[in-house]
């Protein structure tokens, strides 16, 4: 019995990727297929939907009590993305960078952005994100599903909501939960007369990222969805910052571009529309991604943006650098 029912696993897995196989090669499957619902019943779909997103859509904020950009005139604002059920995370950052609101003499303010928890639990998390932003007034939540592939939508509202609320500021960041961020550092590379108030994105760049072809890579991208072999210069998700003339831009031109939900090289593409490319941070060591070892005080001194492994880790460094870290 087991060696059938090894032998019919076998046969699945084959007819799997043969299956994969011909819709990756053959140019008339690559706009639909049919396939099985778990539920029994079956459907023709597209394809495409597997690598994009529904943005535009209609998108509203249900939750955005906060009083940035509304009775508060920002030089910065940081937004951070994060999921519904993370309050650890949001804790971690309002205790440390995410405190901080004057820095070298510039307003700095830190919000959340979310969208509609799921799960069986769902309205208990709800319900506990309304009790959060009594608290600190700092969420903002808009009414999509969040999840890792809502992400580029996630980054769209973020874009819409400074779009909006925020034309008298000079600069937004994105950036994620995960990530330390020496504000000091940050606003010192803002404020210095080199750096441009218009156009501008900066960050970790990948000027030469290559579509991933391979499908069973978790960032796949088939031909008929993206036919380049190279995705446009874009900044990588961990932290990126722009001035605030461009958020509009993005969006005006975000129509004419299938969104997929990799978010960071959308944006890539919508800059490539508007015929901009990002600008590298000034040295490498201002933006680093997952570093081997911990970083020692002179980096720490130098960085702008580091991915953490912990909120723990996030918060020794935090102590480290108010700690006056140097070389």
């Known amino acids: 019995m087991d060696h059938r029912k090894c032998q019919r696993s076998i046969v699945i897995?084959?007819?799997?990727?043969?299956?994969?196989?011909?819709?990756?090669?053959?140019?008339?499957?690559?706009?639909?297929?049919?396939?099985?619902?778990?539920?029994?019943?079956?459907?023709?779909?597209?394809?495409?939907?597997?690598?994009?997103?529904?943005?535009?859509g209609n998108y509203k904020f249900i939750m955005d009590e906060t009083l940035t950009c509304k009775s508060t005139t920002p030089f910065l604002i940081l937004m951070v993305p994060v999921a519904p059920s993370d309050i650890a995370a949001r804790d971690a950052i309002r205790n440390s960078w995410g405190k901080k609101k004057v820095v070298l003499g510039q307003p700095v303010e830190t919000l959340f952005v979310l969208g509609v928890p799921g799960g069986n639990d769902a309205e208990q998390q709800q319900q506990k994100l309304k009790e959060e932003n009594k608290k600190?007034?700092?969420?903002?939540?808009?009414?999509?599903?969040?999840?890792?592939?809502?992400?580029?939508?996630?980054?769209?509202?973020?874009?819409?909501?400074?779009?909006?609320?925020?034309?008298?500021s000079t600069y937004v960041v994105k950036i994620d939960s995960d990530v330390l961020l020496h504000v000091e550092n940050l606003v010192k590379l803002l404020i210095h007369p080199s750096t441009a108030k218009q156009n501008y994105m900066t960050g970790l760049i990948w000027w030469h990222s290559p579509v991933i072809r391979n499908p069973f890579n978790r960032f796949y991208m088939p031909r008929f969805v993206i036919p380049e072999p190279e995705y446009p210069p874009y900044a990588l998700g961990m932290a990126y910052v722009?001035?605030?003339?461009?958020?509009?831009?993005?969006?005006?031109?975000?129509s004419q571009i299938k969104p997929i939900y990799l978010e960071d090289?959308?944006?890539?593409?919508?800059?490539?529309?508007?015929?901009?490319?990002?600008?590298?941070?000034?040295?490498?060591?201002?933006?680093?991604?997952?570093?081997?070892?911990?970083?020692?005080?002179?980096?720490?001194?130098?960085?702008?943006?580091?991915?953490?492994?912990?909120?723990?880790?996030?918060?020794?460094?935090?102590?480290?650098?108010?700690?006056?870290?140097?070389?």
């Open 13 to 56: 897995c084959i007819m799997v990727a043969v299956t994969v196989f011909i819709i990756y090669h053959d140019p008339d499957l690559q706009s639909e297929f049919w396939y099985a619902h778990p539920n029994g019943r079956s459907r023709t779909t597209k394809l495409s939907e597997h690598y994009c997103v529904a943005y535009p």
């Open 136 to 168: 600190y007034r700092d969420l903002i939540q808009c009414n999509f599903q969040d999840s890792y592939r809502n992400l580029t939508i996630k980054t769209m509202v973020i874009l819409e909501w400074v779009a909006q609320h925020c034309t008298s």
């Open 242 to 254: 722009m001035s605030l003339d461009l958020p509009k831009k993005m969006l005006d031109v975000s």
């Open 265 to 327: 090289a959308y944006l890539g593409m919508c800059l490539k529309r508007l015929g901009l490319s990002p600008t590298d941070p000034p040295k490498d060591t201002m933006f680093v991604i997952n570093p081997w070892f911990s970083l020692s005080d002179c980096s720490l001194s130098k960085v702008i943006a580091v991915t953490t492994k912990s909120n723990s880790q996030l918060l020794w460094y935090w102590q480290r650098i108010i700690q006056g870290a140097q070389c």
